[in-house]
């Protein structure tokens, strides 16, 4: 007997190896897989603007990685709030209390992505909402409201039509630059409650909708279930965090492991063994740390790292072998 819905996943429609170059943005689900892949010494380059939750915020980010035009001093979209200073296309983890601190870190991350959009093939987008919040003041949409007074904001449903349409123009973009882009869509499985229950299921359901039409137009582009693994096949309160809203530890584990029975061929989940086999080294803890049992054990781990990045070049292993070599001068 079945006591599950399983969830039917779609195996083989792309493929990710180590040597995929890809952007993830959008909700915090997409840092969640992203950090599985970055541990997994996958080449990502994750939310640069910090975590994004609408499609207009998140298209404009990837218009704006696209162009890497910089945030200068007179920018609008540049303010401050209580002593702080925040960008209105930033999460709240680059604010700053100095406006030159703020630009410097903004656009410093910018350029980052800006080269990495160059020779990406791969953007992962996780969608978190179809509300959005945009200034009376000019009426742009942010992606985040940094806390200022709820009266400034206008708050409402996106369109299915518009979000396609936003979307699509950065389709359009990117493939400008690589024609053999792909793009993976996700709808986050977290619930925005504060939006009230039904509001909630009328945003994942306008968010589900777009993405559709988005797959129907474009061959360019998939969809990975992962609102459908956690709502339907896992469904049960045990599989969330302590706020019933989150995914915990062990939904996320097993939506990874979906993930890889779609994306990964055998060759890539033997190297991604491989590294986490050199990863699980690497967080062991030594009871004597000055031992020469410890050091060679460290020097064994610089020898795999050595020979794993010799037989995948696109490997990094440089800062994890810098650690152990200082370690090992001692």
């Not at 609408?54 to 709030?81: D, Q, T, W, Y």
């Not at 949409?141 to 806390?147: D, L, P, S, T």
């Not at 709808?187 to 359901?205: E, F, T, V, Y």
């Not at 559709?212 to 459908?228: K, N």
């Amino acid at each position: 007997m079945q006591f599950t819905t399983k969830t039917e996943l779609p195996i083989g429609e792309l493929h990710i190896t180590h040597e995929s170059n890809m952007i993830l943005i959008g909700s915090c689900f997409a840092g969640n897989i992203g950090s599985k892949l970055s541990e997994r010494k996958f080449r990502i380059d994750a939310n640069p603007f910090g975590v994004q939750y609408n499609p207009m915020s998140i298209a404009s980010v990837l218009k704006r990685i696209a162009s890497g035009e910089p945030f200068g001093e007179c920018s609008e979209e540049i303010f401050e709030h209580n002593g702080q200073w925040h960008s209105i296309m930033h999460h709240s983890d680059f604010s700053d209390s100095s406006k030159g601190e703020l630009l410097v870190k903004i656009n410093s991350r910018l350029r980052q992505a800006h080269d990495a959009a160059k020779g990406c093939d791969l953007v992962i987008v996780t969608l978190g909402t179809a509300y959005a919040y945009s200034r009376k003041s000019d009426g742009r949409i942010v992606g985040n409201c940094h806390k200022l007074p709820a009266r400034e904001f206008n708050r409402r449903l996106l369109g299915i039509d518009e979000i396609v349409a936003e979307l699509g123009n950065v389709i359009e973009m990117y493939r400008r630059v690589n024609r053999n882009v792909k793009f993976l869509f996700t709808i986050s499985p977290i619930r925005h409650l504060r939006d009230g229950a039904h509001d909630n299921q009328k945003s994942k359901s306008t968010l589900l909708l777009a993405v559709d039409e988005l797959i129907t137009r474009y061959s360019c582009c998939h969809y990975f279930p992962a609102y459908e693994i956690v709502l339907d096949e896992l469904r049960d309160y045990r599989f969330y965090a302590d706020d019933m809203l989150h995914p915990s530890a062990v939904a996320v584990k097993y939506i990874w492991e979906c993930f890889d029975k779609c994306y990964f061929s055998d060759a890539t989940r033997e190297l991604n063994s491989n590294v986490e086999e050199i990863t699980r080294g690497l967080e062991h803890r030594p009871f004597d740390a000055e031992s020469d049992g410890y050091r060679r054990f460290i020097g064994t781990l610089v020898d795999k790292m050595n020979n794993l990045t010799k037989r995948h070049p696109g490997l990094d292993f440089g800062k994890e072998i810098r650690e152990c070599n200082t370690l090992l001068k001692r």
